[in-house]
Nanobody, 114 residues
Framework: QVQLVESGGGLVQPGGSLRLSCAAS????????MDWYRQAPGKERELVAR????????YYAGSVKGRFTISRDNAKNTVGLQMNSLKSEDTAVYYC???????WGQGTQVTVSS
């Protein structure tokens, strides 16, 4: 079965960095574009970044462009999100998702606070 396991979240001060990772299994990872979403309390889940199946194409939401970098390793079935210059408004639960597959992991909490 499809499994997505996010990790790497935590508490960080404004301006700090975190790197999230998502381990995928149960599907042909290299055939799917992958997304990172986030959901803040009281808000809808929003798309943060997307990477194409081969890794050559990326998309970023305007709010994170220039600060976040999405990457993937098709040999290891993982997708990462490097987050720099974090702001309080980046506080949310972060989820990875395979585009076209309606499966979600448990997410990883990112809290940006002094």
């Amino acid at each position: 079965q499809v499994q997505l396991v996010e990790s790497g979240g935590g508490l960080v001060q404004p301006g700090g960095s975190l790197r999230l990772s998502c381990a995928a299994s149960g599907f042909t990872f290299s055939s799917y574009a992958m997304d990172w979403y986030r959901q803040a309390p009281g808000k809808e889940r929003e798309l943060v970044a997307r990477i194409s199946s081969g890794g050559g194409g990326t998309y970023y939401a305007g709010s994170v462009k220039g600060r976040f970098t999405i990457s993937r390793d098709n040999a290891k079935n993982t997708v990462g999100l490097q987050m720099n210059s974090l702001k309080s408004e980046d506080t949310a639960v972060y989820y990875c998702n395979a585009v076209g597959l309606d499966y979600w992991g448990q997410g990883t909490q990112v809290t940006v606070s002094s």
